[in-house]
């Protein structure tokens, strides 16, 4: 038997998002979501998780999307005060470790304070998987006794993992009907699955804040509609 979480990524951004992903929790097969702390919408997607209770809860640590949460921090910031982009991050000026320690736990603590339990960590943009940044992320998971998703079949170094494997091929062109019907000829039994996805109703603040748009309403017809075989579980 394969176990599978299937976690909707980007809870928090927009009302369509936060909405997409509880459809894809009540009437489909999400069982998981990470939230933005940072975002606007989420004491919406806060009040939803409360609603349903039975929805794992994550925290989407955020580098890449949006304003910081603290405000000492410069090297993470662009001149107009927003995280830079994924590209600047690489390019430009070194970010600080201290910064982004200080930032990923202030987005840490916002969710404790909600009274909810979190389920893991994960990352906007996969961005806890760098290397660079591994040190920061294993204080973070041992300071909150919370466990990281992988990168791929990478775990993070002395870190607990959410799964054995994360796959993050369900995403733009892999985005297909058949796609968790073919899950169970990759894997042997006994193992657990993470599957990354972005169920979403379109709104204007996701069109004009993300570039994935259209496809994540073709996630969430897949995600309500699919039929897992009877080999997969979910977890």
Known sequence: MIKLIVNADDFGLSPGVNHGIIDGYKYGIVNSTSMMMNMDWIEHAVQLAKDHQNLRVGIHLVLTCGRPLTKNA????????????????????????????????????????TGLKPSHLDSHHHIHTLKELEPVVKYLSKKFALPVRRNGIIPIDGVESTADISLFDFYGDGVKEDYFDKLSSHFEDGITAEIMCHPAYLDNILLNMSSYTFKRLTELEILTSTKLPENIILL
């Not at 995280?83 to 736990?105: D, N, P, Q, R, Y």
């Open 74 to 113: 410069s090297t993470l910031v662009n001149e107009h005060g927003s995280f830079k982009s994924l590209s600047e991050l690489g390019s430009k000026a070194k970010a600080s470790l201290t910064e982004i320690e200080h930032e990923w736990s202030a987005q840490i603590e916002r969710f404790l304070k």
